[in-house]
C-alpha cells in the first residue's frame, strides 16, 4: 500500500513538474497535529482523555495485583488442599486474568475506547481544518496543500509554505466573530487583510518580523527606564519622608524612628546641628526635587530622539526599496522593448 502511495505521490510530483513549465504552481502544506496542540478545546478535551487513559490503567494494574496474591496464596497453601480445590482457585484465576485481558482490550485495544475517543476528539477540529484549508486554497489560489503530519513523506519543506497558521487564525476568528459587534468584526477584518497581505508577501514577512523585534526591544528599554523612574521616587519619596521626621525630632527634641533605625544618635538637647533653620532643608528638598524632574524630562527626551531616529531609518528604508523596485519595473520595461525590437526586425 505504501509503495503504491508513493508511486502515485511521484507521478503527482512529475506533473506538477510538467505543468509548472507553462504555468506558475502554487503548493502549500499543513502540519495537522501542530494545529490541533494549539487549539484551546482540544488540549482541555485531550487533558480530560489523559486523565481517563490513567484512571484505566490504574484499574488494570489493580486487577494484576489481586490476581497476583490470588497466586501467591494458592502456592503458599497448595500442599494443604484438595486437588478439587487447587483446580477451584486455578479456574478462578483463569478466569479473573481472562476478564482483566478482555478490560484491557477494551480500554487500548486497536479499536479499544482510547482510540475512538481521540478519533471522536479530533474529528470536529479536522473538519474546521478541512474547511479553512479550502477556503484558503481558493482565496489565495493554492493548487495543493498537503498534511505534513500524514503518512505522506515530506523530505523536506520550506516553512513559507506552511500555512498552518493561517489555518488555525481562521478557526480562532470563526470562535471569536460570535462574540464580537459590527466595531469590532470591522477592525478584526482590517486585521486579517493586513495579515493576509504579510502572508502572501516574503519580503512584507521579513520586514514585520524586523519591526516585531524592534517593537519588542523598545518595549523593553521603556520597561526599564520605567523601573528605573519609579526606583528613583520610591528612593526619593524615603528621603523625603527621613527628612521630615528628622526636623520633627528636632523640633520636639527627640530622636526620630528614622535616625534610630540608622544607628544614629541624637541627644534631647538642642544643638548647633539641630538649631539649624527648617528652611534650609526645604530649600534641599527642592533642589532635589528639581534635579529628579529635569532627569526625567532628560529621559523622555532621550527616548524621543530614540523613536525620530527609528522612524526615519524605516522611512529611509522603504524609499530604498520603492526606488530599487521603480529600477527594475524600468529595466523590466526597457528589456521587453529591447526584445520588442528585435523581434520587429527579425
Same mark, same amino acid.
Do not use: C, H
Given at each position: 500500500?505504501?509503495?503504491?502511495?508513493?508511486?502515485?505521490?511521484?507521478?503527482?510530483? &512529475?506533473?506538477?513538474?510538467?505543468?509548472?513549465?507553462?504555468?506558475?504552481?502554487?503548493?502549500?502544506?499543513?502540519?495537522?497535529?501542530?494545529?490541533?496542540?494549539? &487549539?484551546?478545546?482540544?488540549?482541555?478535551?485531550?487533558?480530560?482523555?489523559?486523565?481517563?487513559?490513567?484512571?484505566? /490503567?490504574?484499574?488494570?494494574?489493580?486487577?494484576?495485583?489481586?490476581?497476583?496474591?490470588?497466586?501467591?496464596?494458592?502456592?503458599?497453601?497448595?500442599?494443604?488442599?484438595?486437588?478439587?480445590?487447587?483446580?477451584?482457585?486455578?479456574?478462578?484465576?483463569?478466569?479473573?486474568?481472562?476478564?482483566?485481558?478482555?478490560?484491557?482490550?477494551?480500554?487500548?485495544?486497536?479499536?479499544?475506547?482510547?482510540?475512538?475517543?481521540?478519533?471522536?476528539?479530533?474529528?470536529?477540529?479536522?473538519?474546521?481544518?478541512?474547511?479553512?484549508?479550502?477556503?484558503?486554497?481558493?482565496?489565495?489560489?493554492?493548487?495543493?496543500?498537503?498534511?505534513?503530519?500524514?503518512?505522506?513523506?515530506?523530505?523536506?519543506?520550506?516553512?513559507?509554505?506552511?500555512?498552518?497558521?493561517?489555518?488555525?487564525?481562521?478557526?480562532?476568528?470563526?470562535?471569536?466573530?460570535?462574540?464580537?459587534?459590527?466595531?469590532?468584526?470591522?477592525?478584526?477584518?482590517?486585521?486579517? =487583510?493586513?495579515?493576509?497581505?504579510?502572508?502572501?508577501?516574503?519580503?512584507? #514577512?521579513?520586514?514585520?518580523?524586523?519591526?516585531?523585534?524592534?517593537?519588542?526591544?523598545?518595549? +523593553?528599554?521603556? *520597561?526599564?527606564? +520605567?523601573?528605573? #523612574?519609579?526606583?528613583?521616587?520610591?528612593?526619593?519619596?524615603?528621603?523625603? /519622608? !527621613?527628612?521630615?521626621?528628622?526636623?520633627?525630632?528636632?523640633? =520636639? @527634641?527627640?530622636?526620630?524612628?528614622?535616625?534610630?533605625?540608622? @544607628?544614629?544618635?541624637?541627644?534631647?538637647?538642642?544643638?548647633?546641628?539641630?538649631?539649624?533653620? !527648617?528652611?534650609?532643608?526645604?530649600?534641599?528638598? +527642592?533642589?532635589?526635587?528639581?534635579?529628579?524632574?529635569?532627569?526625567?524630562?532628560?529621559?523622555?527626551? /532621550?527616548?524621543?530622539? *530614540?523613536?525620530?531616529?527609528?522612524?526615519? *531609518?524605516?522611512?529611509?528604508?522603504?524609499?530604498?526599496?520603492?526606488?530599487?523596485?521603480?529600477?527594475?519595473?524600468?529595466?523590466?520595461?526597457?528589456?521587453?522593448?529591447? +526584445?520588442?525590437? =528585435?523581434?520587429?526586425?527579425?
Amino acid at each position: 500500500m505504501r509503495k503504491q502511495f508513493l508511486f502515485i505521490f511521484l507521478a503527482l510530483i &512529475v506533473g506538477i513538474t510538467s505543468q509548472a513549465q507553462t504555468k506558475s504552481t502554487k503548493i502549500g502544506y499543513i502540519d495537522m497535529e501542530y494545529i490541533l496542540q494549539n &487549539v484551546p478545546d482540544y488540549k482541555e478535551a485531550q487533558t480530560q482523555l489523559e486523565q481517563k487513559a490513567e484512571k484505566w /490503567k490504574q484499574e488494570i494494574e489493580t486487577k494484576k495485583l489481586d490476581i497476583n496474591k490470588l497466586k501467591d496464596a494458592l502456592k503458599a497453601e497448595k500442599a494443604l488442599l484438595t486437588n478439587e480445590l487447587i483446580d477451584e482457585r486455578e479456574t478462578e484465576i483463569k478466569f479473573l486474568e481472562t476478564e482483566m485481558l478482555n478490560y484491557q482490550q477494551q480500554r487500548f485495544g486497536v479499536n479499544g475506547d482510547l482510540i475512538r475517543q481521540k478519533s471522536a476528539l479530533a474529528k470536529p477540529i479536522q473538519d474546521q481544518v478541512f474547511t479553512a484549508v479550502q477556503d484558503i486554497a481558493e482565496a489565495k489560489k493554492y493548487d495543493f496543500i498537503f498534511d505534513r503530519s500524514s503518512d505522506l513523506t515530506m523530505l523536506f519543506a520550506a516553512k513559507r509554505y506552511d500555512v498552518s497558521d493561517q489555518v488555525l487564525r481562521v478557526i480562532t476568528r470563526t470562535d471569536k466573530r460570535e462574540q464580537l459587534t459590527k466595531k469590532q468584526l470591522a477592525i478584526e477584518e482590517a486585521k486579517e =487583510n493586513k495579515e493576509a497581505a504579510i502572508d502572501e508577501n516574503p519580503a512584507l #514577512q521579513e520586514r514585520q518580523k524586523t519591526l516585531d523585534e524592534r517593537k519588542a526591544a523598545r518595549d +523593553k528599554i521603556l *520597561e526599564d527606564r +520605567k523601573a528605573a #523612574q519609579e526606583e528613583k521616587i520610591r528612593v526619593y519619596e524615603e528621603n523625603k /519622608k !527621613a527628612l521630615r521626621e528628622a526636623r520633627e525630632a528636632k523640633k =520636639n @527634641g527627640t530622636v526620630s524612628e528614622t535616625v534610630k533605625k540608622e @544607628g544614629a544618635s541624637v541627644t534631647s538637647t538642642p544643638t548647633k546641628e539641630t538649631a539649624k533653620p !527648617a528652611a534650609t532643608d526645604e530649600a534641599k528638598d +527642592k533642589e532635589r526635587l528639581a534635579e529628579d524632574k529635569q532627569k526625567m524630562a532628560d529621559d523622555r527626551q /532621550k527616548l524621543y530622539d *530614540e523613536r525620530k531616529k527609528a522612524l526615519e *531609518e524605516r522611512r529611509a528604508k522603504i524609499l530604498e526599496e520603492r526606488e530599487a523596485a521603480k529600477k527594475a519595473r524600468e529595466q523590466k520595461a526597457k528589456e521587453d522593448k529591447e +526584445k520588442q525590437g =528585435n523581434t520587429t526586425n527579425n
